[in-house]
């Protein structure tokens, strides 16, 4: 329906182990943000690539990094998972790198579980 | 404080009641504001805009108060099918870093 896609849809990973978290934006779409939202939380704000370069991060580690790609493919890797990781991890896409919340379309999303 | 506050509820209604859920909002600078619903386990979804005049779509009614940072939305006529999260969200200076609050549950019941 959004045109925005996400892989995997589900995943368990152990503590300690690395993810990566992929994302297909709309054809056009240059600027994708990622938000990771916790059981019985609002979705928070990780960081946001416009362009292929990071363009404003939230209150999260280093071991949260991302990638944007010129097909307009991105992606989130975290490094060193925790238990608290576990999180559905929604991205985002849009274009312009300013941008109004009315024209931003969410994917489905990643279940990730960390053991 | 949190950026975005809200009730999480849950807020617990016969269908065809009217339902209000409130949200404040701490940083004056914000820029545009919106609903977005979100179903159990799926991605959200904008619901609507809100701006400072008031908007309605159908049943529904978003509010905004820039001098009180707060904003509302006003459910009438509920529906079964309006049983979801709601998630006021904040976006400051029209980056796409959307704040969200925690969201407010709602359960219509026939």
């Known amino acids: 329906e959004t045109g925005v896609t996400q892989s995997p849809t589900h995943l368990i990973k152990t503590r300690g182990q690395q993810v990566t978290l992929r994302c297909s934006s709309q054809?056009?779409?240059?600027?994708v943000s990622w938000y990771q939202q916790a059981l019985g939380q609002g979705p928070q704000f990780i960081f946001q690539y416009y362009r292929e370069e990071e363009n404003g991060r939230g209150n999260f580690p280093p071991r949260f990094s991302g990638l944007q790609f010129p097909n307009y493919s991105s992606e989130l890797n975290v490094n060193a998972l925790e238990l608290d990781d576990s999180a559905l991890y929604l991205c985002?896409?849009?274009?312009?790198?300013?941008?109004?919340?009315?024209?931003?379309?969410f994917g489905e999303g990643s279940w990730l579980t960390v053991v | 404080r949190k950026e975005v506050e809200q009730d999480p509820g849950p807020f617990n209604v016969p269908e065809g009641a009217t339902v209000a859920f409130n949200c404040t909002y701490s940083?004056?600078?914000?820029?545009?504001f919106f609903w977005y619903r979100q179903d159990c386990r799926k991605e959200p979804k904008l619901l609507m805009s809100v701006y400072s005049s008031g908007n309605e779509d159908g049943r529904f009614t978003a509010q905004l108060n820039r001098a009180s940072q707060y904003i509302s939305l006003l459910i009438r006529d509920s529906k079964l099918s309006d049983s979801a999260t709601y998630l006021c969200?904040?976006?400051?200076?029209?980056?796409?870093?959307?704040?969200f609050g925690q969201g407010t549950t709602l359960q219509v019941k026939p």
């Open positions: 054809s056009g779409h240059n600027t």
């Open positions: 985002a896409s849009t274009f312009g790198g300013e941008i109004a919340g009315n024209t931003i379309y």
């Open positions: 940083n004056s600078a914000s820029q545009s």
């Open positions: 969200v904040v976006n400051w200076g029209n980056t796409g870093k959307l704040i």
